[in-house]
Each structure stands twice: as structure tokens, then as C-alpha cells.
């Protein structure tokens, strides 16, 4: 079973600094896409960036773009969030998911949509706030 793990949310300042982890103990991780979700109450779950298997693709939402990042680390098993410049507005449940099916391109104008995703974290919260 592919189960990915989030870590690394909490309570941070406007204008600081979170890195979110996304671990997946699975042999297939290499040839996965990751890709990053947030949720607000009352809101739809937001699909801000997604990362292809050998960094062949990326998307990042425009709401993140300049200050959100995302990497992978395949010798680790994990992806990264890696969040600067954080606003009261970036306050939300984050989910780190990847699709049923390995080699999936993450295209540049072509945000992740949460059906192509079947494998979900438990997600970590992250709160702005002074």
C-alpha cells in the first residue's frame, strides 16, 4: 500500500519560513509524481504544486509562485514543501498525494486535480498568524 506521510506543519509568523515533508516508504517513490493540496474550511481542496518522477514536470499555483518550492529527494524516499514569505492566507490543512499510476507528468499550466490522486496523507496543519 502506498501511504504517504506529512510532517513539518505548525505555527508560524507572517513573513516566516515552514518546510512540509512528504515521505511514501514504498519502492516505487522515484517514479512517482507528488503533488501538494491545501484546505481551508468550506473550501474546496486546492492542488498548489506537483512534482513529476526525475523532476521532468512542475506546477505551481500563481497563489504560491515565487515563494513555495517543491523537491524531491528520491535516496529518501521524500518530497518537500519548502514555504517563504508565509501569509495569514496560506492557513490551511496541507495534503501531500501521488497517483495510482508511476511516470505521471505534472505539466506547467496543468494544476493537480485531487481525482487523479488516490493516495493521501493524514495531512499537517499550518497556521499564520501574529
Known amino acids: 500500500q502506498v501511504q504517504p506521510v506529512e510532517s513539518g506543519g505548525g505555527l508560524v509568523e507572517p513573513g516566516g519560513s515552514l518546510t512540509l515533508s512528504c515521505t511514501i516508504s514504498?519502492?516505487?517513490?522515484?517514479?512517482?509524481?507528488i503533488a501538494w493540496f491545501r484546505q481551508v474550511p468550506g473550501k474546496a481542496r486546492e492542488g498548489i504544486s506537483c512534482?513529476?518522477?526525475?523532476?521532468?514536470?512542475?506546477y505551481v499555483a500563481d497563489s504560491v509562485k515565487g515563494r513555495f518550492t517543491i523537491s524531491r529527494d528520491d535516496a529518501k524516499n521524500t518530497a518537500y514543501l519548502q514555504m517563504n514569505s508565509l501569509q495569514p492566507e496560506d492557513t490551511a490543512v496541507y495534503y501531500c498525494?501521488?497517483?495510482?499510476?508511476?511516470?505521471?507528468?505534472?505539466?506547467?499550466?496543468?494544476?493537480?486535480?485531487?481525482?487523479?490522486?488516490?493516495?493521501w496523507g493524514q495531512g499537517t496543519q499550518v497556521t499564520v498568524s501574529s
Open positions: 498525494a501521488t497517483p495510482r499510476i508511476v511516470y505521471f507528468v505534472c505539466y506547467r499550466n496543468s494544476p493537480p486535480r485531487t481525482y487523479e490522486y488516490p493516495f
Open positions: 514504498d519502492a516505487t517513490f522515484k517514479d512517482r509524481a
Open positions: 512534482l513529476s518522477p526525475a523532476k521532468d514536470g512542475e
